[in-house]
């Protein structure tokens, strides 16, 4: 896809239409600074904009999929929320993040990790305060915070074009994920509050579509309602007191067996944890022998 200027914000858009494992980054141009933001969109395109004149990079968050690329920029300071640092900074938290718990997986992931997104533990990093306003010169930038997604998340407002950066609140069909081990459902909820109550005339997700030019209105309440959704199968599928390897088979989230098998099965099992977690903190489920029962409404 064609990337997009508008101002001094310039839409790189990823391969593949921006699926895992590349993303949508965005280019700051501003007098005093140029910055990319979540260098996984394409190595081509990144390395002419090296060319072009990168003084810093900026992560939205510490996943995979928006780190991949950013040794291109290495002695470039890297910003990121200081709650999403750890992970940067030892490959083991990284996976200890993810929850990743069984010993094959880590090995899987180790090499992955190391393979593929050229994975290097970082010392230092600068540390962005929440809601603060960057001022690089013709261009401001608020950081705002979302966690749910991870609990450091970062969405970016640029009010000269009145673009809101999303991150990876991305609007998808499948809907948000937050089923690593400090992600959740709550903040999650919140985070999408707040990111649409923003007056914002431009909006750019990190994955999929990328670019919405008019209010992405419906999806928001669509992207909201798949959290509803998967807790109404949920509690529908406890009609009986049941296991967890019962509930994971029964793929409530994502609908059927998908491949890699074993990555899937992983997602399902973790997202379906929080929900469990959700309902029982709020009093909707009960876990007793082994299994998850609902609590019956009078
Ligand atoms: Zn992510």
Partial sequence: MQDRQFGRVRLIFGENGGKYPF????????????????????LEKLTRLKEEGVDGVWLSHWHEDHIRYMNLFDGCP??????????????????DWYGIED????????????????????????????????????????????????PGHLSFFFPEEGLLFLG????????????????????????IHKLKAIPARRWVAAHNTGL?????????????????????????????PKTL??????????????????????NERVLIGKHLDDLLHRGKIVYEDGCWRKVESR
């Fill in 168 to 191: 990876d609140y991305d609007l998808t069909s499948f809907g948000p994920w937050y089923g690593d081990a400090y992600s959740g459902i709550a903040d999650t909820l919140a985070s």
């Fill in 212 to 240: 919405y030019e008019e209010n992405p209105g419906p999806l928001w309440e669509a992207y909201e309602n798949t959290i509803y959704e998967r807790e109404g199968k949920l509690l529908a599928f406890l009609d009986r």
């Fill in 78 to 95: 890297v910003w990121v929320s200081e709650r999403d640092f750890p992970p940067l900074t030892h490959l083991e938290t990284f996976l």
């Fill in 23 to 42: 993303n949508h980054s965005l280019y700051l141009q501003g007098d005093k600074e140029r910055v990319v933001i979540d260098p996984a969109s394409s």
């Fill in 103 to 150: 010993q094959g997986a880590r090995n899987y992931w180790q090499k992955e990790m190391l393979e593929t997104f050229d994975y290097r533990p970082r010392q230092t990093a600068r540390f962005f305060r929440d809601d603060q306003t960057l001022d690089l010169g013709g261009l401001s930038a608020q950081v705002i915070p979302t966690p749910g997604h991870t």
């Fill in 245 to 266: 390897a019962e509930i994971c088979a029964a793929w409530l989230i994502y609908g059927r067996p998908r491949e890699p098998r074993e990555m899937y099965e992983f």
